[in-house]
């Protein structure tokens, strides 16, 4: 005999909130960075002006500067919260690498730093040896 499932009907509206799209972490980090700079702005008070507006609870310098700098966390945390989950596979895979020990890293970044040197007195001799020839050629 078969056994009657009951199958839980939910509402479209719930649907529609509860299902992800591709492209609403792109859509929440543009709009984080848009909070942020708006943030910027009241804060410099470049573009909105506080005085003659809707805001007259926001009157005094201390006051935009609290709101400014909310407007910017609440940017800045919805830029993180976009931006996260790009981050958690590299975090596990920086856990997997072997990292070197004191030693090898000052003898690669001696080679690193000497190799600079070499370049930048060959290309020093290069310029002294050419400047006069080129100095010539243009009279």
Do not use: C
């Not at 939910?10 to 700079?37: C, D, H, P, R, W």
């Not at 709101?67 to 920086?94: D, H, K, R, T």
Request: proline letters at 3%; glycine letters at 6%; hydrophobic letters at 55%.
């Amino acid at each position: 005999m078969a056994k009657n499932v009951e199958v839980k009907k939910q509402n479209k509206v719930m649907e529609i909130l509860t299902k992800e799209y591709k492209s609403e972490n792109i859509l929440l980090a543009v709009l984080g960075l848009i909070v942020i700079v708006v943030g910027v702005y009241v804060l410099e008070d470049d573009i909105v002006n506080f005085n003659d507006s809707f805001f007259k609870f926001i009157d005094t310098g201390w006051k935009i500067a609290i709101f400014a700098w909310f407007v910017i966390a609440i940017g800045a945390s919805a830029f993180v919260y976009a931006v996260w989950p790009l981050f958690v596979p590299s975090i596990s895979e920086m856990k997997k690498v072997s990292w070197p020990n004191r030693e090898t890293m000052v003898n690669h970044t001696i080679r690193v730093f000497g190799f600079i040197l070499f370049l930048a007195l060959f290309f020093l001799v290069l310029e002294l040896g050419f400047s006069p020839l080129f100095n010539w050629i243009r009279g």
